[in-house]
């Protein structure tokens, strides 16, 4: 299974911009899908986003907005989350996920491998 490190959390203000990262430790990252999943406080985990072995991509649209973009980096073994425009309700420890199939998929239970997650904070 891969190990995976979420990186790029923090405080930030309503309509801010966030980067998240998911690096991952082996050098067989290109062979993984990679999911993006957020929890907030009380609520269930829900998927975010995911790009494929081949980056190809799928947004949860009630969730994004058109405020979010997922690209992978097989070079760095990272795939980014590129958060626009924050709004508090983008509150919520987000993970990233990878699972040994190459399409592309935000069903949690799909994978196998689950980063640590960090914490995103959106508040004035």
């Known amino acids: 299974q891969e190990q995976l490190v979420e990186s790029g959390g923090g405080l930030v203000q309503p309509g801010s911009y966030l980067r998240l990262s998911c690096t991952a430790s082996?050098?067989?990252?290109?062979?993984?899908?990679i999911g993006w999943f957020r929890q907030a406080p009380g609520k269930e985990r829900e998927g975010v986003a995911c790009?494929?072995?081949?980056?190809?991509?799928?947004y949860n649209t009630d969730i994004v907005k058109a405020r979010f973009t997922v690209f992978r980096d097989n070079a760095k073994n990272t795939v980014y989350l590129h958060m626009y425009r924050l709004e508090p309700e983008d509150t919520a420890v987000y993970y990233c996920a990878a699972r040994r199939s190459g399409d592309c998929s935000i069903s949690a239970p799909s994978f196998g491998s689950w980063g640590q997650g960090t914490q995103v904070t959106v508040s004035s």
């Open positions: 082996r050098a067989t990252f290109e062979s993984y899908s």
């Open positions: 790009v494929s072995t081949t980056d190809g991509t799928y």
